[in-house]
């Protein structure tokens, strides 16, 4: 398939960023990674003044057939119960995202049942109503891989029409933790690292889930250098359609907030198809679950807010767009050394 082309982040206006950043009436590097935030916004926009003013989040929600295998608490009616909770504004995604002036926009990627809404802010882009159990093949077909990213392609694509600065990407499904974990064993990191619980389960719901997973790659045999294949083999339709989105997003120079570990596990696929994506993309938070580290320190994405969250929906990462605005405002409304008439430090030259 064809897949949008990403480049390498623009540094040409980085000289110039550096010293408008350290010109501020501040020691040099005091306020540590709110001045490396203010930076790479100001590269992925090209200018030394970026701005956030409109903010999207996408919560995508599908369902997965290796729940059948009860590898969760829950029951997977609860994707299609959440979908319509975040609708009615009663979530946690959406307090949060009131707080910080983002609009909140869920992704039917693949729910079982059918949403009934007249909301605006609902998308419909099933490719089917739930994954296969890839315990006993392929999750999906690479027809149905290659479009979810198709689609989330086209997500990226709206967004820029809608001239929005910052996409925040979330998740909801029941099953999610386990497919993120077998797309990050298939991409190589060591599954011992990264087996944890998503919601709630007990040991022995543990250890099921962790041989469900070894059974799933061991049946399948996903090719670790060929992202599509992962996907389609032991991925999700929500995971395909984020991946999509964080390339494209990249391709046009939006900065992409993710999420817990199953979104970070779309962010994995999309930095194989292209590792300029990386570049663009924003760790809003360390999730508690105990994988979110690992594929992280994979990545070389430093996260912004440690909290001990596990909840998903996008909640880490549409809070950490406060303090992503915070460090543009310093950016832009500072004083400098000379306009405000403070002597300089020699460590400042």
Do not use: W
């Not at 046009?252 to 970070?264: A, M, N, R």
């Amino acid at each position: 398939m064809k897949l949008p082309e990403v480049k390498p982040l623009n540094r040409s206006k980085e000289a110039a960023v550096d010293k408008k950043i350290n010109s501020l009436t501040k020691p040099v590097g005091s306020l540590g990674m709110l001045e490396a935030i203010a930076k790479r916004l100001a590269l992925i926009q090209n200018t030394t003044a970026p701005a956030i003013k409109k903010k999207r989040v996408y919560v995508f929600a599908s369902d997965h057939g290796v729940a059948l295998e009860g590898v969760s608490a829950y029951p997977q009616e609860v994707t299609a119960q959440m979908a319509l909770n975040f609708l009615s504004g009663g979530a946690a995604i959406n307090v949060f995202s009131k707080h910080v002036g983002a609009e909140v926009f869920v992704v039917d990627a693949g729910i079982k049942s059918d949403i009934k809404t007249d909301s605006k802010n609902f998308i419909s882009s099933k490719v089917g109503r739930s994954t296969n159990n890839f315990v006993n093949g392929p999750a999906m077909t690479m027809a149905a891989a290659e479009t979810c990213v198709n689609y989330g392609i086209k997500l990226a694509e709206d967004a820029l029409k809608d001239h929005i600065d910052v996409i925040i990407i979330g998740d909801m499904g029941i099953g999610n933790t386990t497919v993120a974990t077998a797309i990050a064993a298939a991409c190589g990191i060591e599954l011992d690292k990264i087996i944890d619980i998503g919601t709630v389960i007990d040991d022995k719901t543990l250890a099921r889930k962790k041989g469900t997973i070894e059974k799933a790659l061991k049946t399948n045999k996903p090719n670790p250098e060929d992202a599509i294949d992962v996907l389609a083999k032991v991925g999700g339709f929500c995971i395909g359609q984020m991946t999509g989105l964080m390339l494209r997003a990249a391709a046009l120079g939006i900065p992409v907030v993710i999420d817990g570990f199953p979104v970070t596990s779309a962010a994995l696929l999309a930095v194989l198809l292209n590792p300029n994506v990386k570049d663009y993309l924003f760790a809003g938070h360390l999730s508690f679950v105990k994988g979110h580290k690992e594929l992280l320190k994979h990545l070389g994405l430093e996260p912004i807010l440690k909290l001990d969250m596990r909840l998903g929906e996008g909640t880490g990462a549409v809070l950490s767009v406060s303090l992503m605005e915070a460090a543009v405002k310093m950016l832009n409304e500072m004083a400098t050394f000379e306009s405000a008439g403070v002597s300089e430090g020699e460590e400042a030259h």
